[in-house]
């Protein structure tokens, strides 16, 4: 298996431009989160898909960031319009099943650099 | 809520050193508990795991053992390599409606010099 796979794997962008982020989870996993890497407060939690759907959305920061699952296979990390502060590492995670145990762990994708100029 | 308490980096080491990186938890129940390990530029990769207290999860030579009496899981490894050089990250699965996601520690820098 080729693992989850997101893209791309460095962004630069100016303030104010939308910037997507992608991510294909595992096939067969029904659970799909995005978390957000800084220095200043580790990894925190964006968002978390099951079977498609929202679940918990709580994490996103402000109104400018939007998530997508429009398949099993698909999902994107939108922020429009970006701003400097939201330079960071944005990993996709995938998981099988709604509960994370010993047996149904969450693998990571090698995550997204974004710098926002 | 649930959380994760990891001990400050960086961490420097020797090669052939003795790691110990502190990790406690606050949780309800008894979550199943991971280590994480991130390479440099690279995603979180599971390194080793435990569902009960007085598990001990291992691999490549990185142990924890799951202390239900003062919630911890610290990791240690009796020598390490340059190769080891990572952040690592203690987590447990957190409960909502149904649901679970992974609550990280904020990761532990470890550098092991020649």
């Known amino acids: ?117 | 809520g649930d959380s994760v308490t990891q001990m400050e980096g960086p961490v420097t080491l020797s090669e052939e050193a003795f790691l110990t990186i502190n990790c406690t938890y606050t949780a309800t129940g008894y979550p199943s508990l991971f280590w994480y390990v991130q390479y440099p530029g690279e995603g979180l990769q599971l390194l080793l795991k435990a569902t009960k207290a007085d598990d001990k999860g291992s691999n490549k030579g990185f142990e924890a053992t799951y202390r239900k009496e003062t919630t911890s899981f610290h990791l240690e490894k009796g020598s390490v390599q340059v190769s080891d050089s990572a952040v690592y990250f203690c987590a447990l699965p957190s409960m909502n409606s149904g649901y679970s996601t992974l609550t990280f520690g904020k990761g532990t820098m470890l550098l092991v010099s020649p």
């Not at chain 1, 794997?9 to 910037?19: A, D, F, I, P």
């Not at chain 1, 968002?47 to 296979?73: H, Q």
Request: aromatic content about 10%; proline content about 6%.
């Open chain 1, 1 to 117: 298996d080729a693992g989850v796979i997101q893209s791309p794997r460095h962004e630069v962008t100016e303030m104010g431009q939308e910037v997507t982020l992608r991510c294909k989870p595992i096939s067969g996993h029904n659970s799909l989160f995005w978390y957000r890497q800084t220095m200043m407060r580790g990894l925190e939690l964006l968002i978390y898909f099951n079977n498609n759907v929202p679940i918990d959305d709580s994490g996103m920061p402000e109104d400018r960031f939007s998530a997508k699952m429009p398949n099993a296979s698909f999902s994107t990390l939108k922020i429009q319009p970006s701003e400097p502060r939201d330079s960071a590492v944005y990993f996709c995670a995938s998981s099988l099943g709604r509960k994370i145990t010993v047996n149904t762990e969450a693998f990571f994708g090698q995550g997204t650099r974004l710098t926002v100029v």
